[in-house]
């Protein structure tokens, strides 16, 4: 292979992506830095319930520890989930310590990875990949740096947006597909998440593009379909509830949770919300009102308390997703700022301000860091468990052992 070659396909941003890379494992580490055990109760419950899974060899297992309940596919709809994490624990011989502690990180880097893959072919990949590695984590809402099936099932929008985009073959609704059947299995919400992302491309191509969007609506819509009698026994519980209004004390408060992600991001985002409605194109216009969408049904529930309140516990963090991937575009066109030659000339300014764009861009990633990650630090965790704790759980957990 010749330089030039290695030059295509190594360039400048894939180098600025590595140190990213490492930022978004440092922020899911966070919880675990001082603390070696799974932190959330949920990562618990995932784990106690993997076991129990493979120890019954069917999806139809007691409940763990007090066995009074059966779990199966109707009432445990985050199976796959567990399913999955249960077989690599199994195959790899990872500890779960070290799975739970250590693999939220490395989730993270791929949901990372997903956003630059999306970004680079819009021309702002490190960018949104910077702020998608910033993502919080809170007890409230969950995140990145726990091990629970909200948290995989974020790094899957970024590259179906991906190969809705730029992809067209029936490979690419296959992909797509297969997608939308996994997060069926491992979390709902993620997956009629990323559903309510995708709808505006939908919309948008039904013009221009007829057949590429019922290529995508079939992908995201038979897994839904296919399991359709017991879908079926669920929805008009569903659609009664929403139109019953929520108890809006029982939720995080959309306020704190902008402002946990941070004023200067979303800033930015807003900034990026005005590049891509600039630039045009069908592509930029649905990732405005793919955002949109999500802010429209996470403000309803907030404000009216209209909806389902899994969809705005679970959506606050799609939304999240969504903002750092404008924030990457508002960072691109901060980066792309150029003062004009005449104006410089006129104004006797320094060489350096040629590249004022590109300085102001490093500011903005400076002050967002500085910013940023001692509000991730500080972040309050519960510590319920101590080294005893553990020995008794791991005792009732595998009776076998």
Known sequence: MSLNNSHKIFNRDDLILLPILGLAFYIAFIPHQNYPYPV?????????NSEALLRAGSTTFDLPFTGRETLGLSNNLEVG??????IFQRISGISWISIIRYFPGIVLMITTLSVYILGRRQGFGWEAAFFASLIPT?????GPAFLVPVSMG???????????????????YIVIFIFTCFLLTIHAPSAISMVIVLLPFILFNLKGNFKHSVGITLAVAIPFLAPFPWIFDLLLPTAQ????????TEYVQLPLVI?????LPIAIAILGIFFLALKGEGKNYSLIFGLLALLVMLVIFFTFHYGIPIMYERGL?????????AAGAGLMGVKNLKIPEKLRERLKLPQFTRHAGYLLCAVLVGVTLTMVIPERQEEPYYHMIEDEDYKAFMFIMTPDS
């Open 241 to 248: 509830r929403l139109l019953i209004p929520q108890s809006p």
């Open 81 to 86: 989930f567990q399913l999955f994490w249960g």
């Open 317 to 325: 963090l799609f939304m999240m997703l969504m903002l750092s991937i």
């Open 40 to 48: 959330h109760i949920d990562e618990w419950v995932h784990m106690a």
């Open 154 to 172: 974020l790094l899957f929008t970024p590259l179906a947006l991906f190969l809705a985009f730029n992809f067209k073959t029936v490979w690419s």
């Open 138 to 142: 809170t007890v409230g809402i969950m």
């Open 259 to 263: 402002m946990t992600y941070g004023y």
